[in-house]
């Protein structure tokens, strides 16, 4: 098992390193600062914001495992799609930069999330009640 996370380490160090390699020496990147500030940025906005939001949330409002499991794709869902659900309508005179109704979609899946997330906790609730039921004390 020692050996199996020494190799996965190296094989990640590597990788980073290939990444920051291409990033310094690719030619369509301008502002390799930029790119690390946007980087760093992200990295606190998710251990700064993200995390301590959804710890805290699961821990107050989320007893169950479907409801927090739901929650966390939900932040996973709204982390990809607002970038867009922003920019929605700022095209910059090109109509298919952005040509999709970005907010409707991100919406619609956070609604059928919804749907799935409190019909499998009605199952699990529902299953656990028969377990109840039918263990002997």
């Known amino acids: 098992m020692r050996t ?9 160090l590597a990788l980073t390193g290939y990444g920051l390699y291409g990033l310094l020496t690719d030619a369509y990147v301008t502002d390799p600062l930029g790119v690390l500030r946007w980087a760093v940025g992200g990295v606190l906005l998710h251990d ?15 007893r169950t495992t479907p409801v927090r499991t739901g929650l966390v794709v939900a932040a996973a869902v709204t982390a990809v799609a607002l970038p867009a659900v922003l920019r929605a309508g700022d095209d910059g005179g090109n109509s298919s930069v952005l040509p999709l109704p970005y907010l409707r979609n991100w919406l619609l899946a956070l609604a059928a999330l919804a749907v799935v997330t409190a019909a499998w906790a009605v199952l699990a609730a529902v299953r656990h009640r028969r377990r109840r039921r039918t263990d002997p004390v």
């Open 4 to 12: 199996l996370r020494l190799l996965l380490g190296a094989a990640g």
């Open 48 to 62: 700064g914001l993200w995390v301590p939001l959804l710890c805290l949330l699961g821990a107050t409002l989320a």
